[in-house]
């Protein structure tokens, strides 16, 4: 028998940690090869990280809502190899080959005093613990000692969680006065300012009213937007489509499509297309600002909102988008979607956005104004798709029509980008899908 040491894989370049969310195996249980053992939770995404050997869960080395870094040792696993595998690399050493060299006391020494030092910098001055986490992201809120005391964690011990010291700041960072409900062991943090005064609305529940716990997801994307509003100064332009060609090509060819590429065509990948080549007209909508400086991005990476179930929405990133063809397009749309929708989705899959498109239209929107997905410039809303009256100009003269017609709206960051910039790029989307061609080759 040996024992193999699951570590946390890594989860894309800017992923450093993972919460423990769940533990989908217990110590004693089967794990067959491949099989999720435990959910975890990054910023953006819910994933499962799979078994990569077969055998019996024998340790589990953290607890749920355990902030865990990439590449630490979550479980261990016994299997029924006999060859002393590890992490699944095997040795050829014979046993009379191996050495074992025995550090010196000089060493021991230096490396017992780096871990004092670090638990010490890990341990505030009345003895409590601070993971390293927590004590980044008070360092980098301005979070002082003394309001990191008065916190009373949901953890073990009391001890104070990343999403603890995240609910204080979605408080604004008011002082606190903290109160632990046992029955949950959930931490509860009442700001003094409102228990001072009334400078927040109160909100009164009567009798009869539901409270609704929001999501995790729920909380990251109420603070996303809310930093997003903070941070750009929001801008619109809205421009009427005319996507008449679209809709009597996308008829006619989608059941050959299906039974050629295996794929529905539906509009997202035409619409995103057609955002794609606007990027590459106007590089400068393919940007992110990073303080006073603007990031001109060499990869046309769009991003691509999609709705989840519990009404919460993701966004996963369709890379290279220009470099794709439609079929391409098609495909990639198609595949985000499914995964999103089924909580699939990895965590590089919505990393890397340089520009946001949102469908609006597929909830009866004719047209909306979005928020702009930081640290990006710009996010494009494509409106319903109605059947309207139209002026229709010939050769012979004017006459009014039915046609097929939409409504996109650009959000775009004032700061940056200015209005001649924001307007011509929505025109040049629009532009693009008004020129399609009925008898384009896919």
Known sequence: MSKFELKLPKMGESVAEATIT??????????????????????????????????????????????????????????????????????????EEISIEIPSVESVKREIEVVEEATQNMTSPSGKFYSPLVRNIARTEGISMNELEAIIGSGKEQRVTKNDILAYIENNGDKVTDKVDKSTSKAQI??????????????????????????RLGKLVAKHMTDSINTSAHVQSFVEVDVTKIVQWRNRVKDDFFKREGEKITFTPIFMEAVAKALKDYPLMNVSVDGDKIIK?????????????????????????????????????ND????????????????????????????????GTPIINQPQVGILALGSIRKMPAVIETSEGDFIGIRHKMIISHSYDHRVVNGALGSMFAKRIAEYLEAWDENVNY
């Open 22 to 95: 769940s533990w989908l195996k217990e110590v004693g249980d089967t794990i067959e090869l491949d099989e999720a053992i435990v959910e975890i939770a990054t910023d953006k995404v819910d994933t499962e990280v799979p078994s990569e050997v077969e055998g019996i869960l024998v340790e589990k080395l953290y607890e749920v809502d355990d902030v865990v870094a990439v590449g630490r040792i979550i479980a261990v696993i016994e299997t029924k190899s006999d060859n002393g595998l590890t992490n699944g690399q095997g040795s050829d050493l014979k046993k």
């Open 297 to 333: 991005k060499k990869d046309i990476n769009i991003g691509m909102a999609a709705a989840l179930a519990d009404g919460n929405l993701i966004v996963p990133v369709i890379k290279k988008a220009d470099q794709l063809s439609l079929v391409g397009m098609t495909k990639a749309v």
């Open 190 to 215: 009442v700001p003094e300012k409102e228990l001072r005064s009334s400078d927040k609305p109160k909100v009164l529940t009567e009798g009869g009213d539901e409270i609704i716990e929001m999501t």
């Open 336 to 367: 985000l979607a499914v995964r999103a929708r089924a909580g699939k989705l990895n965590p590089d899959d919505i990393q890397g956005g340089t520009f946001t498109v949102t469908n609006v239209g597929s909830f009866g929107s004719i047209m």
